[in-house]
């Protein structure tokens, strides 16, 4: 059994791996027969099996094959595929065991149910030699076995592995979403570093976290294998394991590991701003016996240096990348200051950049002249490798490295990201003579002027509110996400504010309820004026913010409208319009909103204000209902519905054109004989039905209701006075 390939064999990993995987066990010893997705297979000895164990910095599980099958369709079928094969050969009566199912038929749609099915045939065949029932044990089984379905075609295997490879035992500790150890070794390996550490070369990563990467880039070159302190692996459970052959093939790593610290003359250096995450990788790096190899140290990616006395090496580095696209205007920064440090202190290395959003990689200003897809668990992510020339190389390469203009003042613009800057400072000088004059903080700066960069940029006091309104089909993705990136890279510079107080969103129609659905969860809330009201915003969490910009002249009005009556504010949002019809002097007020979350906002806001709520209150109810109901009268009424929903809360959808004349009449119903109702909507085509201009008298506004910051998008609101005609 030791001396012949007569094993099968099937091992899995990380996807985009497979062809590294397929040289390492080749390497080992093994040989390899085909590739899949996330998968190797072939043949070895069960001393490569064992060695493979021991030593694949890339596979997650070495499964010996013990059967196979065709034609398996439904659970009578896979029972016997399980049963006929000799369980007795294999595992002991009364082991624990562990069934891993992957795959599906039209008759086996759950693993869970795969799972049984062949747990019941290795039992019955089990029990057929001994009395002994073996049991399930999901935590620390015995043995686990490995079972893949696949267009009717099923494997079965003994797991040699036991644990994932990928856990080493010196990871007790972890950073921010760390890398997997056999997805930083492929990394590693994909940026040429055996080669390197072969020659003595530095690694550098300058945003280590909890360092996975300089670990397993240590054990790489000091030819550790990664499971050499492994206790227990999947085969010690197997009937048919050979403790001899196994000692044998753990002191030969042993051996290779001594003579390999001791010819090592790479080194190893790490820095992070973040000082827990430096204490984890100590702590990490002292378990796995490499610490003494590793120099840390605590310090801001732009003040990152060379080590002294070193012309090459390999930077490499997993910065984050942002799961959410909210997350992305403080990201870019950082990457146009990693671009800007490999230029200016790492000439002649190369960095090795691996991140799930390449299009944040080119903000370095570097380019990539290889590049590899790979996945970070359901993350599509590329490593990105860049071999990094100092200036007087790149002039005489014709500057073909580098990517986009002004890279070495640290600031990379390209034409169009220089005009988008342009036209905000042109913004800011045309409206900064209102903006003084109304004393107005919270304001639009730029809504799409130029339909490359389709943008709103709002301004909240000392924070900016992006909104990218989604690209037609027709457009690029790639294109636009590549300009969006620009736009969020001149926003910090020209507006004068740190990238983190920069937020984004991507505005798409909206129905139902996904008007209300968070964004995130950070209840992140600021705190911003508006002629003289003080209101809460949250520039995070949902779609809108709790402030409709567009509406600031409807609420000045209302303001100056309310002085002594009382107000009515229908589908009232966050109470912002309440809050000034109450500074205005409104005696009393009736806030009515679906949303506590929305309500509950409008109190704090009311709060903030100091309003007594015995006399400004607020009703969780549908407006249509809770119209129909009332029966006290109001002298000022503000009815702004959104332009569509089908709430579950509400008793029907509501179509803003549709269903305006109901809502109208309803209203008007409780409009005192000498009130007002102020209606307002965003439906951009909205048309007023003619027959309320003949029962009441109509005064279309929508043009008085525009600020100087909206001039651009005269439509995007439709405001209406309405009275009852005097007899």
Same mark, same amino acid.
């Given at each position: 059994?030791?001396?012949?390939?007569?094993?099968?064999?099937?091992?899995?990993?990380?996807?985009?791996?497979?062809?590294?995987?397929?040289?390492?066990?080749?390497?080992?010893?093994?040989?390899?027969?085909?590739?899949?997705?996330?998968?190797?297979?072939?043949?070895?000895?069960?001393?490569?099996?064992?060695?493979?164990?021991?030593?694949?910095?890339?596979?997650?599980?070495?499964?010996?094959?013990?059967?196979?099958?065709?034609?398996?369709?439904?659970?009578?079928?896979?029972?016997?595929?399980?049963?006929?094969?000799?369980?007795?050969?294999?595992?002991?009566?009364?082991?624990?065991?562990?069934?891993?199912?992957?795959?599906?038929?039209?008759?086996?749609?759950?693993?869970?149910?795969?799972?049984?099915?062949?747990?019941?045939?290795?039992?019955?065949?089990?029990?057929?030699?001994?009395?002994?029932?073996?049991?399930?044990?999901?935590?620390?089984?015995?043995?686990?076995?490995?079972?893949?379905?696949?267009?009717?075609?099923?494997?079965?295997?003994?797991?040699?592995?036991?644990?994932?490879?990928?856990?080493?035992?010196?990871?007790?500790?972890?950073?921010?979403?760390?890398?997997?150890?056999? *997805?930083?070794?492929?990394? $590693?390996? #994909?940026?040429?570093? =055996?080669?390197?550490?072969?020659? /003595?070369? &530095?690694?550098?990563? @300058?945003?280590?976290?909890?360092?996975?990467?300089?670990?397993?880039?240590?054990?790489?070159?000091?030819?550790?294998?990664?499971?050499?302190?492994?206790?227990?692996?999947?085969?010690?459970?197997?009937?048919?394991?050979?403790?001899?052959?196994?000692?044998?093939?753990?002191?030969?790593?042993?051996?290779?590991?001594?003579?390999?610290?001791?010819?090592?003359?790479?080194?190893?250096?790490?820095?992070?701003?973040?000082?827990?995450?430096?204490?984890?990788?100590?702590?990490?790096?002292?378990?796995?016996?490499?610490?003494?190899?590793?120099? *840390?140290?605590?310090?801001? $990616?732009? #003040?990152?240096?060379? =080590?002294?006395?070193?012309?090459? /090496?390999? &930077?490499?580095?997993? @910065?984050?990348?942002?799961?959410?696209?909210?997350?992305?205007?403080?990201?870019?920064?950082?990457?146009?200051?990693?671009?800007?440090?490999?230029?200016?202190?790492?000439?002649?290395?190369?960095?090795?950049?691996?991140?799930?959003?390449?299009?944040?990689?080119?903000?370095?200003?570097?380019?990539?002249?290889?590049?590899?897809?790979?996945?970070?668990?359901?993350?599509?992510?590329?490593?990105?490798?860049?071999?990094?020339?100092?200036?007087?190389?790149?002039?005489?390469?014709?500057?073909?490295?580098?990517?986009?203009?002004?890279?070495?003042?640290?600031?990379?613009?390209?034409?169009?990201?220089?005009?988008?800057?342009?036209?905000?400072?042109?913004?800011?000088?045309?409206?900064?003579?209102?903006?003084?004059?109304?004393?107005?903080?919270?304001?639009?700066?730029?809504?799409?002027?130029?339909?490359?960069?389709?943008?709103?940029?709002?301004?909240?006091?000392?924070?900016?509110?992006?909104?990218?309104?989604?690209?037609?089909?027709?457009?690029?993705?790639?294109?636009?996400?590549?300009?969006?990136?620009?736009?969020?890279?001149?926003?910090?510079?020209?507006?004068?504010?740190?990238?983190?107080?920069?937020?984004?969103?991507?505005?798409?129609?909206?129905?139902?309820?996904?008007?209300?659905?968070?964004?995130?969860?950070?209840?992140?809330?600021?705190?911003?004026?508006?002629?003289?009201?003080?209101?809460?915003?949250?520039?995070?969490?949902?779609?809108?913010?709790?402030?409709?910009?567009?509406?600031?002249?409807?609420?000045?009005?209302?303001?100056?409208?309310?002085?002594?009556?009382?107000?009515?504010?229908?589908?009232?949002?966050?109470?912002?319009?309440?809050?000034?019809?109450?500074?205005?002097?409104?005696?009393?007020?009736?806030?009515?909103?679906?949303?506590?979350?929305?309500?509950?906002?409008?109190?704090?806001?009311?709060?903030?204000?100091?309003?007594?709520?015995?006399?400004?209150?607020?009703?969780?109810?549908?407006?249509?209902?809770?119209?129909?109901?009332?029966?006290?009268?109001?002298?000022?009424?503000?009815?702004?519905?959104?332009?569509?929903?089908?709430?579950?809360?509400?008793?029907?959808?509501?179509?803003?054109?549709?269903?305006?004349?109901?809502?109208?009449?309803?209203?008007?119903?409780?409009?005192?004989?000498?009130?007002?109702?102020?209606?307002?909507?965003?439906?951009?085509?909205?048309?007023?039905?003619?027959?309320?201009?003949?029962?009441?008298?109509?005064?279309?506004?929508?043009?008085?209701?525009?600020?100087?910051?909206?001039?651009?998008?005269?439509?995007?609101?439709?405001?209406?006075?309405?009275?009852?005609?005097?007899?």
């Amino acid at each position: 059994m030791t001396s012949s390939n007569s094993l099968a064999f099937f091992a899995t990993c990380p996807r985009g791996i497979e062809q590294l995987l397929a040289s390492e066990l080749t390497a080992l010893g093994a040989t390899v027969d085909g590739t899949t997705i996330a998968g190797v297979s072939g043949y070895a000895s069960l001393e490569v099996l064992y060695a493979s164990c021991l030593h694949s910095r890339l596979a997650n599980r070495i499964i010996m094959t013990l059967g196979e099958a065709e034609q398996i369709s439904d659970a009578d079928a896979l029972y016997k595929a399980a049963i006929a094969i000799d369980w007795p050969q294999h595992l002991n009566g009364g082991t624990t065991l562990r069934v891993d199912f992957h795959g599906q038929s039209d008759a086996i749609r759950h693993t869970r149910f795969g799972a049984q099915v062949i747990k019941d045939g290795i039992v019955d065949s089990l029990q057929r030699a001994s009395k002994e029932r073996p049991r399930v044990e999901l935590q620390a089984p015995d043995v686990r076995i490995y079972a893949h379905l696949h267009r009717e075609r099923l494997m079965i295997g003994l797991d040699l592995s036991g644990d994932s490879l990928h856990m080493r035992g010196y990871r007790l500790e972890g950073g921010k979403a760390p890398l997997k150890e056999n *997805l930083a070794a492929a990394l $590693l390996i #994909r940026a040429g570093w =055996p080669e390197r550490a072969a020659q /003595g070369e &530095v690694l550098v990563d @300058p945003m280590c976290g909890s360092g996975t990467l300089l670990i397993e880039a240590a054990l790489m070159a000091a030819d550790i294998a990664p499971n050499l302190w492994r206790r227990r692996f999947g085969f010690h459970g197997w009937k048919q394991h050979q403790e001899t052959l196994w000692q044998q093939v753990l002191g030969q790593a042993r051996e290779r590991a001594t003579r390999g610290k001791s010819a090592l003359t790479a080194s190893f250096v790490g820095q992070d701003a973040d000082a827990l995450a430096l204490e984890a990788a100590g702590a990490n790096a002292r378990r796995a016996g490499v610490d003494q190899w590793l120099t *840390l140290s605590r310090g801001e $990616l732009a #003040r990152l240096k060379a =080590p002294a006395h070193e012309q090459r /090496g390999l &930077v490499i580095t997993n @910065p984050p990348y942002g799961e959410r696209i909210g997350d992305v205007p403080a990201l870019i920064p950082l990457y146009q200051s990693l671009g800007e440090r490999m230029r200016s202190e790492f000439s002649g290395w190369r960095l090795a950049l691996f991140t799930g959003n390449p299009e944040l990689g080119h903000r370095t200003g570097l380019k990539a002249h290889k590049q590899y897809a790979l996945r970070n668990g359901a993350i599509d992510c590329k490593l990105l490798l860049i071999d990094v020339y100092g200036r007087d190389e790149r002039v005489a390469r014709g500057g073909s490295d580098v990517e986009t203009t002004g890279a070495d003042a640290g600031i990379s613009h390209s034409e169009g990201a220089q005009m988008f800057a342009n036209r905000l400072r042109k913004n800011k000088k045309r409206l900064a003579k209102w903006l003084k004059r109304s004393e107005t903080h919270c304001y639009r700066l730029y809504d799409a002027d130029m339909p490359e960069y389709a943008l709103a940029v709002d301004i909240y006091g000392s924070w900016v509110h992006v909104q990218e309104y989604a690209p037609p089909r027709s457009i690029d993705a790639r294109s636009a996400e590549r300009r969006l990136h620009e736009a969020l890279g001149v926003l910090p510079e020209v507006l004068e504010v740190a990238s983190d107080r920069i937020f984004l969103k991507t505005r798409q129609r909206q129905s139902g309820k996904a008007q209300y659905q968070r964004h995130s969860s950070s209840q992140q809330r600021f705190q911003v004026e508006e002629e003289g009201a003080k209101l809460w915003v949250n520039l995070r969490d949902y779609l809108d913010t709790g402030l409709f910009l567009d509406h600031r002249p409807v609420r000045r009005k209302l303001r100056q409208m309310a002085q002594g009556k009382r107000f009515l504010n229908l589908f009232c949002y966050t109470g912002t319009a309440t809050v000034q019809a109450a500074l205005g002097g409104a005696r009393e007020s009736i806030s009515v909103d679906m949303s506590n979350t929305y309500l509950e906002w409008a109190a704090d806001n009311f709060a903030l204000n100091r309003l007594h709520q015995g006399k400004h209150t607020v009703v969780r109810e549908d407006c249509f209902e809770w119209l129909k109901r009332e029966r006290s009268y109001f002298d000022l009424i503000f009815l702004d519905p959104p332009t569509f929903s089908n709430s579950s809360k509400m008793s029907s959808t509501l179509d803003i054109q549709r269903d305006h004349v109901r809502l109208v009449e309803l209203c008007m119903a409780r409009l005192a004989p000498a009130g007002t109702l102020v209606f307002s909507n965003n439906q951009r085509k909205f048309k007023l039905d003619p027959q309320l201009a003949e029962r009441f008298a109509v005064e279309d506004i929508s043009r008085d209701t525009i600020d100087p910051d909206f001039e651009r998008r005269p439509g995007i609101h439709h405001v209406f006075l309405i009275n009852k005609k005097q007899d």
